[in-house]
């Protein structure tokens, strides 16, 4: 397993994994499009990525702009392998060495959110 920062490359295999997922799957996979995870990836925060075998199987990106969790994602035939956990850890670290601000996470937009 490879962690690392995701690049604008990497778009591609993270739709793949955001719309493999079995549970908070989107209604309209449109909604979230490129343009989207470039700009969460290069102005509003940052995200991560887990690599197996030279492909995406998870990842996580973090709002700093929003205060939020924008996404974390684990392909469902790699879950339970630590891999949500650590990419969960490695957003959190970055997130709270730059602000010290609430982070929130909601699963729709426009529903009650989490804080934390």
Same mark, same amino acid.
């Given at each position: 397993?490879? +962690?690392?920062? %995701?690049?604008? &490359? ?8 955001? /719309?493999?997922?079995? !549970? ?34 998870? +990842?996580?990106? %973090?709002?700093? &702009? ?8 684990? /392909?469902?035939?790699? !879950? ?37």
């Amino acid at each position: 397993m490879i +962690f690392r920062e %995701a690049t604008i &490359e990497d778009i591609k295999q993270i739709q793949i994994v955001r /719309n493999l997922v079995k !549970e908070n799957t989107l209604s309209n996979p449109e909604l979230i499009t490129d343009a989207d995870c470039v700009e969460f990836l290069t102005q509003r925060g940052k995200g991560w990525v887990c690599e197996i075998d030279g492909e995406i199987e998870g +990842f996580a990106i %973090a709002d700093l &702009e929003g205060n939020n969790i924008w996404a974390l994602f684990i /392909n469902p035939n790699f !879950e339970g392998k630590g891999i949500g956990r650590k990419l969960h850890d490695t957003m959190m670290n970055w997130y709270f060495t730059n602000t010290k601000k609430a982070v929130w996470l909601s699963t729709e937009p426009n529903t009650r959110a989490e804080k934390f």
